[in-house]
């Protein structure tokens, strides 16, 4: 099995700093792509931010010198440090990993439960 798990959401106010880490784990053979997406209510899931596992990066333009996408392929980790957040960033943010496993070798996307992230005075 393969787990991606987000933690490090909860409430923040507009102008505050949250950094979310997703940590996967399980049979993995290898991890190409990680990124962040997220999905407000009743709306579509967006990208926020992709890197790939060298280190090239991607933003959503809503998101852009606010947000910075990172990882750490030793722990099998990818971060999104969000800073200068506003009410517009509330949505529950998901964790993507490209990977191989043990048992399936072909690539595919894999995602994590989801994390909270409000916004709010």
């Known amino acids: 099995q393969v787990q991606l798990v987000e933690s490090g959401g909860g409430l923040v106010q507009p102008g505050g700093s949250l950094r979310l880490s997703c940590a996967a784990s399980?049979?993995?053979?290898?991890?190409?792509?990680m990124g962040w997406y997220r999905q407000a209510p009743g709306k579509q899931r967006e990208l926020v931010a992709r890197i790939t596992n060298g280190g090239s990066t991607n933003y959503a333009d809503s998101v852009k010198g606010r947000f910075t996408i990172s990882r750490d392929n030793s722990k099998n980790t990818v971060y999104l440090q969000m800073n200068s957040l506003k009410p517009e960033d509330t949505a529950v943010y998901y964790c993507?990993?490209?990977?191989?496993?043990?048992?399936?070798?072909?690539?595919?996307?894999?995602w994590g439960q989801g994390t909270q992230v409000t916004v709010s005075s």
């Open positions: 993507n990993g490209d990977m191989q496993t043990i048992l399936y070798p072909a690539s595919r996307p894999y």
């Open positions: 399980g049979s993995i053979f290898s991890i190409s792509a």
